[in-house]
């Protein structure tokens, strides 16, 4: 039935739509849940409230879908109405508004309840809506005792074209939180890092606020990582865990409730490749509501260090593309100091008759105490002489091994594989002398023989 709802939705969408243009997707846009707590402590069960899905930073959108989920032993669900981001007031757009299960006793018992919403009619993409707006609300009671996070997923925006038709784009979100008795909880409230552009090598300051949201003084370690991909891109809202950098962890102890901290971090870039990172602080207590346990910041921008080591090999040429063994073959290696040091290395010539086999490559010949100047390029000759060789087709190449503290990203030129030698077999004697001697000899001796006989 889930899937059933997906595609009566998105054939709705596809009824009539003008195309004029591709709206844009910023970085900025994410479904959030408001108010993000509540906190009916003291409420009886059957109490009643709203929980608002809003929509920050939008970009030019046709329709929009979420799925929010529960605990359903602390609620039930009573109440689906449409926002107005989609209307737009005055103006009122018509629009399809629809949600699954549509029977709320059994969304209640399920603990999810998914929504979603169209403009209805020939639109073209600047009549789309956009920015912020309240998407939809949600009215729960209250069953029992306890806390539960009000939980996003699904949370897609249907706000580009892709052959004519609406299509949809996945969001982040942020989860609100429901409670009515004292639970744990330890809110990541903030991450700032300053300076936002470096050089590896250069140092970047990280402050990060911790809250105790709930009713316990609380101890909990927190970790700040740094990671080129935070979220899943085919999934916004979820973070993608274990290939991040740890910058480091630290320990609160003593948080009172409703007491804030901040903590100072320091990330030493010296080594970390360059490239876009996301900084993340996230506290590892298991506490009630794991929802606001992480806080995503901005991007820090990592440059390669103002100062560099860096040989590369430039291009790796053969003087002759074909010759018979025994031939000798002149190999042209152009070589850079790409770096900021004048450098001192060697560079060794390879010839390969089987490149999918690694270490059987012939060694050529090689070329020691090659100096070059920071930003200076030269041209060796390497000679291959081919003499004892198999016969087959040889891929050249050419390698410098890694100079003092080269980067890792920086030693992928240090080996350039190019042009191929065919050699070819060796040739047989030649015997055309020989046969030519012994043809004057037999015609020599056949006259001489010819003359002795006629004298007699």
């Known amino acids: 039935m889930k899937a059933f709802f997906s595609m009566l939705l998105i054939s709705l969408l596809l009824l009539s739509t003008n195309q004029r243009g591709v709206a844009a997707s910023p970085e900025t846009t994410y479904i959030y849940a408001s108010p993000a707590n509540v906190n009916a402590t003291g409420q009886p069960v059957g109490y009643r409230f709203p929980v608002n899905i809003n929509v920050t930073d939008a970009p030019s959108t046709f329709a929009w879908d979420v799925v929010v989920r529960w605990d359903p032993n602390l609620l039930s669900v009573f109440l689906a109405s449409e926002g107005d981001f989609l209307k737009r007031p005055p103006a009122n757009y018509q629009t399809t508004f629809t949600y699954y299960p549509t029977d709320f006793a059994l969304a209640s018992q399920w603990g999810n309840i998914s929504v979603g919403c169209s403009l209805f009619g020939g639109l073209l993409i600047d009549e789309w809506a956009d920015g912020d707006g309240w998407l939809f609300r949600l009215g729960f009671e209250v069953k029992a005792t ?13 706000d580009h074209l892709e052959a004519g038709s609406p299509a949809p784009t996945p969001y982040p979100n942020v989860d609100g939180f429901f409670f009515n008795a004292q639970f744990h909880d330890i809110a990541v409230t903030n991450a700032v890092a300053s300076p936002t552009e ?4 250069e140092l970047v300051s990280i402050n990060v606020t911790l809250a105790n949201e709930g009713n316990f003084t609380e101890t909990s370690d927190v970790a700040v990582y740094a990671d080129i991909v935070a979220r899943d891109p085919a999934n916004p809202d979820t973070i993608l865990i274990g290939d991040e950098i740890t910058v480091g962890t630290q320990t609160v102890t003593g948080l009172a409730s409703g007491a804030t901290t901040t903590l100072s971090f320091t990330w030493n870039t010296t080594g970390v490749e360059d490239g876009n990172y996301t900084i993340s602080a996230k506290s590892l207590l298991s506490d009630s509501n794991p929802s606001n346990n992480i806080f995503l910041d901005g991007i820090i921008t990592v440059k390669p260090p103002a100062l ?36 001192t290395f060697s560079v060794t010539a390879y010839a390969d008759l089987n490149i999918t086999v690694l270490g059987d490559e012939l060694a050529v010949g090689t070329q020691s105490d090659v100096t070059l100047t920071n930003g200076t390029s030269t041209t060796l000759t390497i000679t291959w002489d081919t003499k004892g060789v198999s016969a087959g087709t040889y891929t050249i190449s050419a390698r410098v091994p890694p100079v003092a503290d080269e980067r890792e990203a920086d030693k992928v030129d240090n080996t350039k594989v190019d042009d191929v030698v065919k050699v070819l077999g060796e040739a047989g004697p030649d015997y055309t002398w020989y046969i030519v001697g012994i043809v004057v000899i037999i015609v020599v001796v056949a006259v001489a023989l010819y003359f002795l006989k006629f004298r007699k």
Request: charged residues 20%.
């Open 146 to 158: 306890g806390s539960t996070v009000i939980g996003l997923s699904g949370t897609v925006l249907l």
């Open 198 to 201: 470096v050089r590896a090598e």
């Open 308 to 343: 560099l080591h860096d040989i590369a090999i430039i291009s790796v040429v053969p003087s002759l593309t074909e010759v018979k063994v025994g031939d000798s073959v002149a190999i042209s290696i152009e070589v850079k100091n790409e770096g900021n040091f004048s450098e």
